[in-house]
C-alpha cells in the first residue's frame, strides 16, 4: 500500500473556522494600542544624510537595499532577527523583509521604503499570521507610524513586486538577500566598496552612538569583574559570558559579536567563544567583548584580567610587553597617518617584545620583511579594524584603501595587539606556555590627534589590578 502524502502544517498555527461568525467574533471591541515606530533621536537625519551621500557618489543609478530576513536556527525555529547593517545606515529602520528603494530624481535620490505592516484587527490574519498578526508579535508600528518616524516615504511590502517591475533592469542591489527580489538585479562590487568607503567617517550622530555602546561595555566588563568569584567557584568561563551578555541584551540591542571568554589555556585562543572551562585562582582571563547599541552601531573591547586580581610575574611581563605594543600603535592613529602606519608599529613593538624574551630567533628586521613574519606565530591576527554598525566596518572597500587612505577625523578604529603563547609551543619557555593576552580599544580619530573612546578602563597592569580592587 502506498503511504498517504505528507502534508506538513505549520505547529505553531491551528486551523480556525473560516467563517463570517468567527471573523465578526474577532474583528470588533478592541480598544486603541500603542504602534510607535522605535527610532532613536537623530536617527532619521542621520539615514537621510547617508542617502545623500551615497546618491550623490552614484548619480543616475537605481538601488535596491534589503535588510533581510531571520535565518532559520533549527527546522521551524529562527535566530533573533538583525537587519542588514547597509539597510540599516540608509534607514535606520529595524523592520524584517523591508526594502529600501532609491531612485535618481532631479539632484537627488528618491526614496521609498517597502515593509510588511502587521496585521491588527478586522482581517483574519490578526490571530492566524505568526509573522504578522498582532495577537502573536503584538502591537506594532504601522506603515504610517514608520513613514513619520522616519521622515521617508513608506509602503506596503504588497506593492514591492509591482515596483520591482517598474525599475530598470541595471538597477544595482545590495543589503541582504531577500526571496521577493531574487537575483533579477546586479550586486556590484562598486556598490559594497562605496559603501563602505562612505562609513570610513562617521558623523557626529554616529559617533554618540558608538560612545553609547562603548559606555555600556565598560559596565559590561565592571559587571563580569564583579562575578569573577563565582566564576572561580562554579560558574566558569560561561558565568561570565551570560554576565556580559544579559548586561548587553539589557543596556543595549545584545552583544555585536559571539563574546570571547578563555581562561588558562584558552586565553592564548583567538576566538575562544566555546567558552566552556573553568576560570581557575592564578589564571589571566581573556575577555573580548562589546555592546551593539539599541541604534546597532557596536564596540569591540579586550581586556586580559587576573581572575583572582593580581598578575603572576610572568603574566605580568607578558601584558607589559603587549601594553607597550598597544601604546606605540595608538599614537599612530592621527590624521594623516594610515591603518598601515598602526599595524606596523604594533607588530614591530611585538615582534620586540619577543625578540626581548628570546623567543623570536631572527632579528626584528627580518621577521618585518616580507617574506619573514616570524612573529606571526603569536600574533596570528591583525591587529585591528574599523568599527561601526559592523564590529568589521568598510570592510568591503578593498585593501588598498583600507591599509593606505590616511585616516581622516571621524575615523573609528580598535587597536588590537596580542601575544598568544599556546600551552604546547615548544618554541616558547615553559613558565609563559598557556598565556594569552590582548588589549584592544576602540578609538576616535580626531583633528588633533586621537580619542580612545574606551579609556574608562585601564590598559596597563597596575592600573587593572586597582580598578579591579575597586
Ligand atoms: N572579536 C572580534 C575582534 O576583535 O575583531
Ligand atoms: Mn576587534
Ligand atoms: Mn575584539
Request: hydrophobic letters at 40%.
Amino acid at each position: 500500500m502506498r503511504p498517504a502524502p505528507f502534508t506538513f502544517r505549520d505547529p505553531r498555527t491551528q486551523p480556525l473556522p473560516d467563517t463570517d461568525e468567527f471573523r465578526r467574533a474577532l474583528a470588533s471591541d478592541w480598544g486603541p494600542v500603542d504602534r510607535t515606530a522605535t527610532v532613536a533621536p537623530g536617527a532619521a537625519a542621520a539615514a537621510a544624510r547617508h542617502r545623500a551621500d551615497l546618491g550623490a557618489e552614484l548619480p543616475g543609478r537605481t538601488l535596491v537595499i534589503a535588510s533581510g530576513r531571520a535565518k532559520v536556527r533549527a527546522n521551524d525555529t529562527e535566530f533573533d532577527f538583525r537587519p542588514d547593517s547597509d539597510f540599516v545606515w540608509l534607514t535606520s529602520c529595524l523592520a524584517e523583509a523591508a526594502v529600501l528603494i532609491m531612485r535618481p530624481a532631479a539632484g537627488a535620490h528618491d526614496a521609498v521604503l517597502y515593509l510588511p505592516e502587521p496585521i491588527g484587527p478586522g482581517t483574519p490574519g490578526f490571530s492566524a499570521d505568526p509573522l504578522r498578526g498582532e495577537l502573536w508579535i503584538g502591537p506594532a508600528a504601522g506603515l504610517a507610524e514608520w513613514s513619520a518616524a522616519l521622515d521617508l516615504p513608506v509602503r506596503s511590502i504588497d506593492e514591492l513586486p509591482g515596483a520591482l517591475d517598474a525599475l530598470p533592469a541595471d538597477a544595482w542591489l545590495a543589503g541582504a538577500d531577500e526571496p521577493a527580489i531574487g537575483d533579477r538585479f546586479v550586486r556590484p562590487a562598486e556598490l559594497a566598496i562605496a559603501l563602505s568607503a562612505a562609513k570610513l567617517v562617521k558623523d557626529d550622530w554616529e559617533i554618540a552612538q558608538l560612545r553609547d555602546a562603548v559606555d555600556a561595555t565598560v559596565g559590561g566588563f565592571r559587571a563580569v569583574v564583579a562575578e569573577l568569584p563565582a566564576a572561580m567557584d562554579f560558574g566558569g568561563e560561561r558565568w561570565l559570558q551570560a554576565t556580559f551578555e544579559r548586561h548587553a541584551r539589557t543596556f543595549g540591542n545584545g552583544v555585536g559579536y559571539s563574546t570571547i571568554v578563555g581562561s588558562g589555556a584558552h586565553a592564548p585562543t583567538l576566538h575562544w567563544t566555546r567558552c566552556d572551562g573553568p576560570v581557575r585562582a592564578g589564571e589571566v582571563v581573556l575577555i573580548d567583548a562589546g555592546v551593539e547599541a539599541r541604534t546597532l552601531y557596536t564596540a569591540d573591547v579586550t581586556r586580559t584580567l587576573p581572575a583572582d586580581g593580581t598578575y603572576t610575574p610572568a603574566q605580568r611581563e607578558v601584558h607589559a610587553l603587549v601594553e607597550r605594543a598597544h601604546r606605540e600603535a595608538l599614537a599612530q592613529v592621527r590624521p594623516g597617518k594610515t591603518f598601515r602606519d598602526m599595524r606596523s608599529t604594533a607588530y614591530e613593538w611585538i615582534a620586540t617584545g619577543l625578540h626581548e624574551l628570546g623567543i623570536l630567533r631572527v632579528s626584528v628586521d627580518e621577521a618585518m620583511s616580507p617574506t619573514g613574519q616570524q612573529h606571526r606565530r603569536y600574533l596570528p591576527s591583525g591587529t585591528g579594524h574599523h568599527l561601526g554598525l559592523d564590529v568589521h566596518d568598510c570592510a568591503r572597500i578593498g585593501d588598498e584603501r583600507y591599509l593606505d587612505d590616511p585616516l581622516r577625523p571621524g575615523a573609528v578604529l580598535t587597536v588590537e595587539p596580542g601575544l598568544y603563547f599556546q600551552a604546547n609551543d615548544l618554541t616558547v619557555p615553559p613558565e609563559l606556555r598557556g598565556i594569552g593576552v590582548r588589549i584592544e580599544d576602540d578609538v576616535l580619530v580626531t583633528p588633533s590627534g586621537n580619542e580612545v573612546l574606551s579609556a574608562a578602563l585601564p590598559s596597563d597592569a597596575a592600573g587593572i589590578e586597582a580598578w579591579m580592587r575597586g
